[in-house]
């Protein structure tokens, strides 16, 4: 498995979660890591993004200033922390890896991203 993905749970509005995603360590060493969610009957949208070096980062307007993204080379895991959240935040959460390697690349299109994680659940109650 590439990815895992975990963390996800059922939360009330204005509280927090993290997120954490797995990688092996392959991956983790060459690419540029992604959040991105899909809600029933939505597409799937880019939420946030990490470059390979840890040094840019890239969210959704939608998460700006309430997520953050980070990285632990240690342990080989992206985190997505979770705050302020709102139940149009509820959403099945898949991480991703890109593997074009770069230092600075933490794009926002989908399309780009090579590998993806089996998702998990985050549902917030009003």
């Known amino acids: 498995v590439q990815l895992q993905a975990s963390g996800g749970g059922l939360v009330q509005a204005g509280g927090s979660l993290r997120l954490s995603c797995k990688a092996s360590?392959?991956?983790?060493?060459?690419?540029?890591m992604g959040w991105f969610r899909q809600a029933p009957g939505r597409e799937r949208e880019f939420v946030a993004s990490?470059?390979?070096?840890?040094?840019?980062?890239r969210y959704a307007d939608s998460v700006k200033g309430r997520f953050t993204i980070s990285k632990d080379n240690a342990k080989d895991t992206v985190y997505l922390q979770m705050g302020d959240l709102e139940p149009e935040d509820t959403a099945v959460y898949y991480c991703?890896?890109?593997?074009?390697?770069?230092?600075?690349?933490?794009?926002?299109?989908?399309?780009?991203?090579?590998?993806w994680g089996q998702g998990t659940q985050v549902t917030v109650s009003s």
């Open positions: 360590r392959r991956t983790y060493s060459t690419s540029a």
């Open positions: 991703a890896a890109d593997r074009t390697f770069s230092r600075s690349r933490a794009t926002q299109l989908l399309e780009s991203y090579d590998f």
């Open positions: 990490i470059s390979w070096s840890g040094g840019t980062t």
